[in-house]
């Protein structure tokens, strides 16, 4: 695996545990912390975007302080919610976790499906352009005049691959899209792939270092789905999105306020969807990020699988325990 060079991170010793929302990624994750413990001290590494704002915890099913006292966690609270967050900048950041953990002694766990992040860490950003301060006002003020759906519509277009992993209203990540065919005259999509054939080896480092936990069955997710949805507002998660609605720095459209929930929670609170309804097409919008997280892991068929509504959290763990001491094992081969 010492061939593969993506952005200085895959030659590195990491393991990803990755799958849908919902389907018990941090949870094993901090089980197999546990478990290594008496023998090997595990680190993760948050692969989620909405993890890195600060008081966004029940929305984003943050673990919780108890929980980052067990095993040590990067990447959560790192960024104030009026600030925007980069795929390029968690490369760095990531890059940095990796090195300090192992300079540790430790080994890096990263858990997460944000699937910008994944694809980067994967296939890399370098070829893609730097952002062009021009263009992008020129898709703000297109996306002002027509909404976002619009340009989500016209990404369909010339880069179907790429809206189809992106939600209508996904301001951020449609913009960059844009922004790529314009600057290029090339899909990102494409520009993407190119960059995974460039590196023969990457099915092979997939398969010895990526589990995907995931169901075999739709329906026990969307039930998942459903019931973290009635615990977030049991837990308090209105008057969460009611203190961040306060926060004068804050509005609607940033970011880290189009997350999934708090998006539909602000819109309900604006009186802009009927308070009936608004949780409704909440769970709707999370089962359609789940059914994108789901298509794009079924393009990576080397990667390992563990089917969480086919298992007890008991059996997850041990199935997965082997897997990840293998990975380790193997990173004495690195250079």
Not at 63 to 82: G, K, S
Not at 167 to 172: H, I, K, M
Not at 279 to 291: F, G, H, I
Not at 327 to 333: G, L
């Amino acid at each position: 695996m010492a061939d593969i060079q993506h952005n200085g991170l895959l030659d590195r010793p990491f393991f990803i545990l990755t799958g849908p929302t919902a389907s018990g990624k941090s949870a094993l994750a901090l089980a197999l912390a546990q478990a290594l413990a008496p023998t090997q001290r595990l680190e993760i590494v948050s692969v989620d975007s909405a993890l890195v704002y600060q008081g966004m915890d029940i929305g984003t099913a943050k673990p919780t302080r108890a929980e980052r006292a067990q095993a040590p966690h990067h990447l959560i609270d790192i960024r104030a919610p009026q600030h925007s967050y980069s795929v390029a900048e968690f490369l760095r950041d990531c890059r940095q976790c990796i090195d300090e953990i192992l300079a540790r002694g430790a080994f890096p766990l990263l858990v997460g499906g944000t699937l910008m992040y994944l694809q980067a860490l994967l296939h890399g950003l370098d070829a893609l352009p730097p952002a062009n301060a021009a263009v992008r006002a020129e898709l703000e003020a297109r996306a002002q005049r027509q909404g976002w759906p619009a340009l989500h519509a016209w990404l369909a277009q010339v880069d179907p691959p790429t809206a189809a992993r992106l939600a209508p209203r996904d301001a951020q990540r449609i913009q960059r899209a844009l922004e790529v065919w314009q600057l290029t005259g090339q899909p990102l999509s494409q520009l993407q792939q190119r960059a995974g054939q460039a590196q023969p080896a990457l099915a092979g480092w997939i398969a010895q270092r990526m589990l995907s936990v995931e169901p075999a069955e739709r329906a026990w997710l969307h039930q998942r789905i459903t019931q973290r949805f009635a615990q977030m507002l049991q837990d308090g998660f209105l008057d969460e999105v009611r203190a961040l609605r306060a926060n004068p720095l804050l509005h609607a459209q940033l970011p880290a306020m189009r997350a999934v929930g708090y998006r539909q929670a602000w819109q309900m609170l604006d009186g802009q969807l009927p308070a009936d309804t608004w949780v409704a097409q909440a769970e709707a919008a999370t089962r359609q990020l789940a059914k994108r997280q789901m298509t794009w892991l079924r393009s990576m068929p080397s990667r390992q699988v563990l089917h969480s509504d086919q298992l007890t959290a008991e059996q997850l763990l041990l199935q997965a325990l082997p897997r990840l001491q293998r990975a380790i094992s193997s990173a004495a081969d690195l250079p």
